[in-house]
């Protein structure tokens, strides 16, 4: 069973940073598009962004769209989702996915998942 490993989560005061990283051991991220979901506390799992397998398009909800940003080095076989300007609504559990299809629509066609990483903004 093919699993991905988030890190980088914590505790951060607000206008602070983090930068999230989504590993593959064992397997090759760069065959697949990736996304991050986020699951704030009794709340719904969301998809806030995703990165196609080429990197030529990304895809950011809303809620964080400025202040985040995703990259991939497939070199090092990681996605990244870099935080900036955190607030206390970003506090959640950020799981990443590979995922099937990433459009401007969202990510779509989740397949591997992560465990995810705690995330807390608070001063």
């Known amino acids: 069973q093919k699993e991905l490993v988030e890190s980088g989560g914590g505790l951060v005061q607000p206008g602070g940073s983090l930068r999230l990283s989504c590993a593959a051991p064992g397997f090759t991220l760069d065959y697949y598009a990736v996304a991050w979901f986020r699951q704030p506390p009794g709340k719904e799992r969301d998809g806030i962004s995703c990165?196609?397998?080429?990197?030529?398009?990304?895809y950011y909800a809303d809620s964080v769209k400025g202040r985040f940003t995703i990259s991939r080095d497939d070199a090092e076989n990681t996605v990244y989702l870099q935080m900036d300007s955190l607030n206390p609504g970003d506090t959640a559990v950020y799981y990443c996915a590979t995922v099937w299809r990433c459009s401007g629509h969202g990510p779509q066609g989740m397949e591997y998942w992560g465990k995810g990483t705690l995330v807390t903004v608070s001063s």
């Open positions: 990165i196609t397998k080429s990197a030529d398009m990304t």
